[in-house]
């Protein structure tokens, strides 16, 4: 009877992760390579000058776009530092790469930077101009080397180098009714600001460089 039971229990446990590894989806990402937490040190451009030290918060994310095209990622930094949440297109590969474009007009709002004011318009298409750093970034050159960094308990780490280049300027507002069900009160009109335009003043450029290790996920190796 014993072994009835313990074969009829070796049955259902076969059967169980067959069931497991059938439903089971295999996601992929076409920027895999470049993807992860980074810990980073800042410096200006020819890192003669270092501006931030690592630290545990100090940390860049990067991370494929709702489309998973490749070369095509989000680079976030999480310690607002710039502040920095921007869409990148790249030319290269994970060990030489930079924007497809360093034209303003051709790269994508920073949208940890571009966000209208808190005063709230009083009409429709009313327009407000608002001086702000670092609407749009590109990526002179970067390189993410296969274990060519050492985390603080002595583990070989992939190593990661990014100049890039802030544009600044000015961004343009203009104010649109809000959809009665996105009123505080329904029966008051309400309006607010949304992103028009951008004019870029290339005397703001700033240039700094990303230097750093990727994040093993053990504590040991945080800083």
């Known amino acids: 009877m014993k072994k009835n039971i ?4 070796l049955v259902l446990i076969s059967v169980s992760f067959t069931s497991c590894d059938e439903d089971l ?10 993807s992860g937490t980074y810990f980073y040190e800042l410096y200006n451009e020819d890192m003669t000058t270092k501006y ?27 310690a607002n530092i710039f502040p920095l949440k921007s869409k990148f297109f790249l030319n290269g590969s994970t060990d030489d790469f930079s924007s497809e474009s360093l034209d303003f007009s051709e790269l994508t ?4 930077a571009v966000v209208p004011p808190s005063t709230k318009p009083t009409g ?43 544009y600044s300027g000015e961004v343009k507002y203009t104010s649109y009714e809000v959809a009665e069900a996105d009123r505080v009160d329904p029966d008051v009109v309400e309006f607010a600001w949304e992103y028009d335009s951008a ?3 290339s005397t703001l450029d700033e ?3 990303i230097s750093g290790h990727r994040k093993t996920g053990f504590a040991e190796d945080d800083h």
């Open 6 to 9: 313990i074969y009829l229990l």
């Open 25 to 34: 989806e295999i996601w992929d990402s076409n920027t895999l390579d470049y």
């Open 52 to 78: 931030v030290e690592y630290s545990h918060s100090n940390q860049i994310l990067i991370y494929n776009t709702a489309n998973n095209n490749v070369n095509e990622l989000w680079m976030e930094d999480t």
């Open 109 to 112: 709002n920073n949208i940890n």
């Open 124 to 166: 429709l298409n009313q327009t407000v101009n608002v001086a702000t750093d670092y609407i749009r970034a590109a990526v002179l050159e970067g390189k993410i080397l296969k274990n060519e960094a050492t985390t603080v308990s002595g583990n070989p780490v992939d190593s990661i180098y990014t100049k890039i280049v802030l």
């Open 199 to 201: 004019t870029y003043d």
């Open 207 to 209: 240039i700094y460089v």
